[in-house]
């Protein structure tokens, strides 16, 4: 009767570390080189970088309750094979000795297993703080977060930092530390049940073995390959969701509640159907798993049966060999026990290690960021998808484009061919043409966003930039912080923010929402046309010596966009506008007017209409005469050969 309590007693207290590609070429069998290579790359930095010492401690220190509990759960075991002995002895002094004895461990062991579990806890959640904050920096550094919608391999950049690394570093530790305790166990039990029966250590590690290596060779492959997809096909799911709701007004006002659950239904049904896959094979794993540890009730007994019945073994002897061969096999079976999760554990270090590859400039040698500088590997991003060498960018005085040629990423398509200007301090340009002709494009190429191309962009410092959006960023926070954005803090007092409050016609703003300190869901609360207002508050507080507006005003009326363009101007700052308004040639020195094909014209602003009518350009870019009357460099005015 006391058997079932007293194998449950041995298992509980004797495992306390143990618990309940994109293509085929990404597949990679369990506890590979390929996969231990990758783990590597990834848990390298914590454990030889400034975190090294605590992380250390921590882990000598898990070690150490390890030995602690390992020692206590053999005198548990060898306790439980006394109490035994003494009732089929029926000798009530020594079965209340062995009790005495068994609740005193206990006492030391319960606060042990508890401290045990808390602190390995406490370890993982140092570890991930230390990860997610190490892939934060990368992510955000030189734009690579941008640079990422260019490789089609990496899906799900969010999902990887906030649930892979999570994942990554819980599952590191306890993997560890259970393969640490299986090692522990295998010594202490291999000892006692040595001295018991020596057929009973060969039979256990026939057994062991033939277990892995089915699990490794039947199992493996199918079940990481399912687990990888159904980590992309999740994310891809939450992420449908994730856009319904950032986009909720625009398509209540279509009313595209049908399109948006077909879509919405599409995702679902893929990692529907995915997971089914990944059932079945997890039903005959589970069936495998089952019959290798319920065998367990049964081999030490059948094995031992003849020794005890011959009166050669005694009953608490026997008790003993098989509490010893439960945790041996334990220890020795580990990779059997935990393959489900290890499955899920090799699947997601292939995620991860993908995204490392592409936002750490520290990653192993040989990947794609490897000791390249920030803006570097924004190129290297889009390039490695891309065969069209990128445009070559300079620090200069002013902002020039010299014999700019540009393309969209993986296109073949000619923007914008030999592209020859250049800005001083002061000038207003503005980019007209129709729509599709390059002129956003052609922002992002100054900006540095897209790089495939050819020619030269010589520009200030970036700081020195301010670009103002069509539809204006708004984050999560006080009016106070979209208005310094993307500054984190400001010199200029409250008055001075109020003041520039006002000079954006937003006069009553911070009295109508309780003060610069109030938060609110500002993309609800505020219209386009104030949320633009807003964007041009931004530029007031930072004084930019550049400015690029891509339809910046595009919601405001005639008084309110002639007002905020006019106070731009009388700042000097430098405009480079998208805009399709007529009034808004009144503040501009100069016009690029974007024709398609590559095909381009410079103007003076008083010679360009609206209506398609205008006298000779400055320069054509199919031009390549060198005689012309006016050379092209400037826009501050036109200077003779």
């Not at 065969?387 to 300079?394: D, M």
Request: net charge positive.
């Amino acid at each position: 009767m006391l058997k079932p309590y007293i194998t449950l007693v041995c298992k509980t207290m004797t495992s306390p570390t143990s618990a309940t590609p994109q293509s085929k070429r990404r597949r990679k069998a369990l506890l590979s080189v390929a996969a231990w290579k990758q783990f590597v790359d990834v848990a390298k930095p914590y454990w030889l970088g400034e975190e090294k010492k605590k992380a250390w401690w921590l882990l000598f220190l898990l070690i150490g309750l390890m030995l602690v509990e390992t020692k206590l759960a053999v005198m548990l075991n060898d306790q439980a094979g006394e109490m035994t002995s003494a009732l089929a002895a029926k000798n009530g002094n020594r079965f209340w000795t062995a009790v005495r004895a068994c609740l005193f461990t206990l006492a030391f062991a319960v606060p042990v297993y508890a401290f045990y579990y808390y602190m390995r806890d406490l370890f993982a959640n140092h570890w991930r703080r230390w990860l997610t904050g190490r892939f934060l920096d990368g992510y955000l550094k030189g734009r690579k977060y941008y640079a990422l919608d260019a490789d089609k391999d990496i899906d799900n950049p969010d999902q990887r930092i906030s649930e892979d690394i999570n994942t990554f570093t819980g599952r590191s530790i306890h993997f560890l530390l259970i393969f640490i305790g299986s090692i522990m166990q295998l010594v202490a039990f291999s000892a006692v049940l040595w001295s018991i029966s020596h057929t009973l250590v060969g039979v256990l590690a026939l057994y062991a073995s033939i277990g892995t290596v089915v699990a490794l060779y039947v199992f493996g492959n199918p079940l990481i390959h399912l687990n990888f997809w159904q980590l992309r096909r999740e994310a891809d799911f939450r992420f449908s969701l994730i856009r319904l709701r950032e986009n909720a007004e625009s398509i209540a006002f279509y009313r595209g509640e049908e399109q948006e659950r077909t879509r919405i239904n599409l995702k679902l049904d893929k990692a529907i159907h995915n997971f089914a896959k990944l059932i079945k094979k997890q039903r005959n794993l589970n069936m495998f798993q089952r019959t290798f540890s319920q065998l367990t009730l049964v081999l030490p007994g059948v094995i031992l049966a003849g020794g005890v019945l011959s009166g050669e073994l005694e009953v608490g002897r026997a008790i003993q060999a098989a509490g010893a061969f439960t945790a041996v096999l334990g220890a020795v079976g580990v990779i059997v026990d935990n393959f489900e999760s290890l499955s899920r554990f090799i699947a997601g270090i292939d995620r991860l290690h993908g995204l490392s590859r592409l936002v750490l400039d520290d990653a192993a040698p040989g990947t794609a960021a490897s000791g390249a500088a920030a803006g570097a590997v924004v190129a290297g991003a889009v390039a490695a998808v891309d065969s069209h060498p990128s445009i070559e960018r300079r620090p200069g005085k002013h902002l020039a484009l010299q014999s700019l040629t540009l393309h969209p990423p993986q296109s073949d398509r000619v923007l914008i061919k030999e592209l020859n200007l250049s800005l001083k301090p002061g000038d207003a340009l503005l980019i007209t043409g129709d729509s599709g002709c390059g002129k956003s494009s052609l922002l992002r190429a100054i900006a540095g966003l897209w790089q495939t191309g050819s020619g030269t962009i010589q520009h200030p410092p970036q700081e020195d930039f301010f670009f103002l959006p069509q539809q204006p960023y708004l984050q999560g926070g006080t009016l106070r912080s979209q208005l310094i954005y993307p500054s984190t803090h400001s010199s200029l007092s409250d008055t001075e923010l109020l003041a520039i409050l006002e000079q954006v016609h937003l006069p009553r703003l911070a009295e109508r929402v309780g003060g610069l300190d109030a938060v609110r869901d500002w993309d609800k609360l505020l219209s386009v046309g104030e949320q633009q207002r807003l964007a041009f508050g931004r530029v007031l507080v930072h004084a930019p010596k550049i400015v690029i507006l891509d339809e910046a005003t595009s919601a405001l009326d005639g008084a309110n966009e002639a007002a905020l363009y006019g106070r731009l101007r009388e700042s000097g700052t430098t405009l480079i506008s998208i805009a399709h308004r007529p009034a808004v040639l009144r503040h501009h020195t100069h016009v690029l007017h974007l024709m398609g094909e590559g095909q381009w014209e410079l103007l003076d602003a008083t010679a360009y209409r609206f209506d398609g009518a205008s006298v000779p350009p400055m320069r054509q870019a199919t031009e390549v005469a060198t005689s012309d009357k006016y050379a092209v460099g400037s826009l501050a005015g036109l200077v003779p050969h």
